[in-house]
């Protein structure tokens, strides 16, 4: 019933700058936390950034001053605006969505997209 699709990851230097979008569809999302995590291979999937419903964010200390998250409710997409990507960005880019508050654990999160990749080359 609740689908999210990731899209606008690829393959960019180090310094530049991605946009990725979160498509969320089956029920509205206004009331619902919506975040960002990544995963690099071989290692556990990390949280980056979030959007809580009453507007407020939350970053990762290693993304923070980089990334941006934003939502549209009115589209039910949420955005991770990425800049000066690092080659320690490489990852696997997931949206996840939860019913109530932010949190930053994996475990806390309902549902998630297929995930979008993210390449930063040195």
């Known amino acids: 019933q609740v689908k999210l699709v990731e899209s606008g990851g690829g393959l960019v230097q180090a310094g530049g700058s991605l946009r990725l979008s979160c498509a969320a569809s089956?029920?509205?999302?206004?009331?619902?936390?919506m975040a960002w995590f990544r995963q690099a291979p071989g290692k556990e999937r990390e949280f980056v950034g979030l959007s809580t419903s009453g507007g407020n964010t939350d970053y990762a200390d290693s993304v923070k001053g980089r990334f941006t998250v934003s939502r549209d409710n009115a589209e039910n997409t949420a955005y991770l605006q990425m800049n000066n990507l690092k080659p320690e960005d490489t990852a696997i880019y997931y949206c996840?969505?939860?019913?109530?508050?932010?949190?930053?654990?994996?475990?806390?999160?309902?549902?998630w997209g297929q995930g979008t990749q993210v390449t930063v080359s040195s």
């Open positions: 089956g029920r509205t999302f206004s009331a619902y936390t």
């Open positions: 996840a969505v939860r019913s109530g508050s932010g949190w930053r654990v994996v475990t806390r999160y309902d549902y």
